[in-house]
């Protein structure tokens, strides 16, 4: 936008806005309303530029693999990467379940991961994954050789699902109410993780859109 056209909203929003009579007010509550337009502007960007990199699905696959794989380290693939292809441990058998697959959002030239997931639809997708192809004679047998199965490739992880199982007395809703517990104590600092990288995105956005549009009270 050419900065006269800028410079003339502006001052359209100064003569029109004139709601006290007290000319520095006026002025003030323009320039809140014209900050107040911008930073909407600011908050619209920010928005599609997390729609494009599915911000909000990379931070929630992210912590679903902090919570599920004994690597609980953050890298910029986790947001601007590429997933690796599927392996056989916890985590990516857990993706790989139709259930949670059918999460997905199609986009225009791919799909976008879930970008949000209630704790019902996880503790059953764990047990899920725990209990396909394993043999018991029942459901709490099955889940124990599920965890088993995992040992190799997450230790950490199958210990604290193996302590969570001790604990609820191998009883499956007890154990499935642990999980549950486990994954909203989880989503909380996934919340918290996302909020902190939507501010410095927001940040960064109104500096430019400042600079661009020479947004300043002076």
């Known amino acids: ?5 800028i410079d003339f909203i502006r001052l359209h929003c100064l003569k029109t806005i004139k ?64 997933r690796s292809k599927y392996k056989r441990d916890l985590f990516h058998s857990f993706l790989s379940l139709p259930s949670i697959k059918n999460l997905s959002r199609k986009r225009l030239f791919q799909k976008s991961g879930a970008s949000y997931m209630k704790a019902e639809t996880f503790v059953e997708g764990v047990i899920d994954t725990l209990v396909r192809k394993t043999d018991g004679k029942t459901e709490v047998e099955r889940i ?12 950490d992880t199958a210990q604290h699902l193996e302590r969570m199982l001790q604990k609820s ?19 909380e600092r996934c919340a918290s ?21 020479n947004v300043d009270i002076i």
């Open 144 to 155: 124990e050789t599920g965890i088993k199965q995992f040992v190799d490739h997450d230790q």
């Open 193 to 213: 993780s996302y909020k902190q990288l939507v501010q410095w995105k927001l940040l960064i956005i109104g500096f430019f859109v400042a600079m661009l549009f």
């Open 19 to 82: 709601m006290t009579g007290i000319p520095t007010l006026d002025v003030l509550i323009a320039l809140a309303f014209i900050f107040l337009i911008y930073s909407l502007m600011s908050s619209i960007v920010a928005e599609i530029i997390a729609d494009l990199l599915r911000l909000r699905a990379r931070n929630l696959e992210m912590y679903l693999r902090f919570m599920l794989t004994d690597d609980n380290k953050m890298r910029w693939s986790d947001i601007f990467g590429q």
């Open 1 to 5: 936008m050419p900065p006269i056209v």
């Open 169 to 187: 007395q191998k009883d499956v809703q007890k154990f499935k109410e642990e999980l549950e517990k486990w994954f909203d104590n989880s989503m």
